[in-house]
Structure formats: C-alpha cells, structure tokens
C-alpha cells in the first residue's frame, strides 16, 4: 500500500505512508533488524566464552591482521561504491549503476578470497569445528585449540555466518546488475570451486552455497524477470551496508582483542 | 525531515550533500580504522582496550548507518522505531554477561 500511494500520480489524494518510505524498503529494514539479532546472538556467545575462560587464545600475528584489516578497507570501500550506485540509480544512471554494482561486488569477492585464505591457515592449526570433533583429526595436545575449543567453535560460526551473508550479498548484487547474465557466471564460478580446491578447503564448501545460490537466483529471475528500479538498488545498496556494519564489530572484537604481540 | 517526506525526496536530500561526503564518511571509517589498528599494539589494559574500540565501532556504526545506510535522511518515527528497537533487543542480551563473570569468580563444578 505504501509504494501504491508513494508511486501513484495523485500521491497527495492518499494519506502519507506511516514511515515516509516504500514497503520493500521498511521490509529490508526489517530483516535487518532480525539479522542484527542473529550476529549479535553470535558476538554475545563469543564475548560470554572469552568472559568465562581467562586463558583465551591470541592467535592472530601481524599476518592475520595486516590480511584483516586489508578485508576492512575491502568492505568499507565497496560501501562507498554501493553508495554512488544507489545515487547513480536516482539519477537514472544505469550504466554507471552497472560499473558501481559490480566494483561493490568485486570488492566483496576480495574480501571473501581473502578471508577464505585467512580460514585456510587456521584450519592448518587445527581450527576447525570438524576436527574438534574427530579423533584422528583433533587438535594436539598443548595447543590452543586443545585447551580452549570454545574459540574455534564461536569464531567460525561467527565469520563464516558473515561470510555467508557477505558471499550472499555478492549474488544479490549480481542479480540486480546483471539479471540473466549473471547465471553462466555463477555455473563457472561453482565449477571452479567444485572442481580446482581440495575437498577441505573452505573454497569447497562455499561452491556448494554458489550452487544453491545459482539454482535460487535462476527460478527468481526467469519466473519474475524485471529491470531492477533505483529502489531496487537502494534496498540491495541496504543488505550491503548491513553486512559491512556488521564487520565493523567482528574486526576489533574478535581480531583486534585476539592479537598476538611478540 | 517532517512525516510528508517521499522517497524522492529522501534520495534529493542525500544527493544534494553530493559525492564529497561519501568520501568524507568512508575517509574517516578508514581513519578510525586505522587507530583501532594502532590501538591493538598498545598493549593496554584490556578492558581499557575493549571500552575504547566499542567507542570506535559505535561510531563507525553510527556514520554507516546515519550516511551510507541513509538513515539520517528519513522520517523521525522511523529513526526512532527501528533504532530503539535494536538497541532494547540487543541490550537485552547484555544479561548473560553476569552469568559469564560468575563462572570466573566462581569456577565450573568439574
């Protein structure tokens, strides 16, 4: 009712909308409200378990954070990219709507490669939920990840929960920047996580996210195939800077409060 | 921004500040970025180092959400309608913190 009225050519007939805005819009604020619920459940559980154990790990070397904080300036600036999208959208830019969304996305897939990396040495380490939980494969004695399990199990639910939503907030970008183009894209990029990573590697396991992504995107986009409206960038432009809010709190709290100083 | 605001009108409002202040927030988001960094090397009293970096998140937060997020330029009912109601739910989980300083000053029964 809220778009009916904003939209509408005799707009000043209807009653203003109770929020001042359109309803997909009040919507994704919505699930963002939800969603932050979801990572602040997460952070809390990581705060309680570092609260409850004093002898909690400092893994993080000057690598880890030079590579963190890189993936930092990697979201902030796709923020900054996803802002001028949505304002070339109002202005009814669609070329420089296509080139913004797809810098905004580049700067996500960096961030993801980066942080999949990131995961990669950890796992090495034995940091890894899986390997908690096998007896051939767990963690040696005297090691962090033997004295305090809690931190592998909140730190990958916590950044692979974020790198869930930031890989999901690369397809939504997509979708929108490149509709139907976008799905030989998602099929390539399946199949060279599928097929060119080792079964362990966390690049692996995202393939098989890309692949449901690919199949969901596929029946969205052929049973409702649209131009996407400024709208519907400023509600995808929304999701975005969620995702990148959210790292605002993972990076000091989970990074910074874990470094490793020689 | 009074209750007769559009969406045209949001967007006017945000366009009109032009593209220097985007760059304005995402400069000092990497700046303050950059002095959480600093701060890590600092070997401060933890707590300390905690209560000054969830300073800096608020407001890094804060820039995100009010200008990037476009919040600023919306309605009043509606700044207020959403953010208080992250700020209850998500201060409503603070609770369980009690419970984690009890199991430091307590012990776990083994």
């Known amino acids: ?262 | 921004m009074n209750e007769e605001t559009t969406t045209a009108q949001v967007m006017e409002a945000h366009t009109h500040h032009g593209h220097a202040q985007f760059l304005y927030v995402w400069g000092a988001l990497l700046v303050l970025t950059g002095v959480e960094v600093f701060l890590a090397y600092q070997n401060l009293q933890p707590v300390k180092m905690l209560s000054i970096l969830l300073v800096l998140s608020f407001v890094k937060a804060a820039l995100i959400i009010g200008y990037f997020m476009h919040m600023k330029f919306e309605i009043a009912r509606m700044r207020w309608v959403l953010m208080t109601a992250l700020v209850i739910c998500l201060g409503l989980m603070s609770m369980f913190f009690a419970d984690a300083a009890r199991i430091l000053s307590i012990g776990v029964r083994q």
């Not at chain 1, 809220?2 to 994704?28: C, I, N, W």
């Not at chain 1, 001028?84 to 202005?91: D, E, G, M, N, Y």
């Not at chain 1, 034995?126 to 199990?153: N, R």
């Not at chain 1, 995808?236 to 409060?257: E, Q, T």
């Open chain 1, 1 to 262: 009712m809220a778009d009916a009225v904003l939209h509408h050519p005799e707009a000043q007939v209807y009653e203003s909308p109770l929020f001042g805005t359109y309803s997909k819009k009040l919507g994704m604020w919505l699930f963002i409200l939800s969603d932050s619920l979801t990572f602040g459940a997460l952070l809390f559980a990581y705060s309680y378990a570092r609260i409850s154990n004093p002898a909690w790990p400092t893994p993080f070397g000057s690598h880890s954070i030079v590579n963190a904080t890189i993936m930092t300036g990697f979201l902030l600036s796709s923020s900054l990219t996803m802002v001028l999208a949505v304002s070339a959208a109002s202005r009814g830019l669609k070329k420089a709507v296509t080139g913004w969304l797809l810098a905004t996305m580049f700067f996500g897939a960096g961030f993801v490669v980066l942080h999949a990396m990131e995961w990669n040495g950890l796992q090495r380490e034995g940091l890894w939920p899986i390997s908690l939980m096998l007896g051939d494969k767990a963690p040696a004695e005297g090691t962090f990840v033997h004295a305090i399990p809690q931190f592998g199990g909140t730190f990958v639910a916590l950044t692979g929960m974020h790198m869930l939503h930031v890989t999901i907030g690369v397809i939504y970008l997509g979708v929108v920047a490149l509709r139907k183009k976008w799905l030989p894209v998602l099929v390539v990029l399946w199949a060279l996580a599928f097929f060119l990573t080792p079964s362990s590697s966390p690049f692996h396991y995202g393939s098989f996210a890309i692949l449901i992504a690919a199949a969901i995107c596929a029946i969205i986009l052929f049973l409702k195939p649209k131009d996407y409206t400024p709208d519907d960038v400023e509600v995808a432009g929304l999701y975005w800077h969620f995702v990148d809010l959210v790292w605002m709190f993972i990076f000091p709290l989970v990074y910074l409060m874990s470094t490793r100083i020689q």
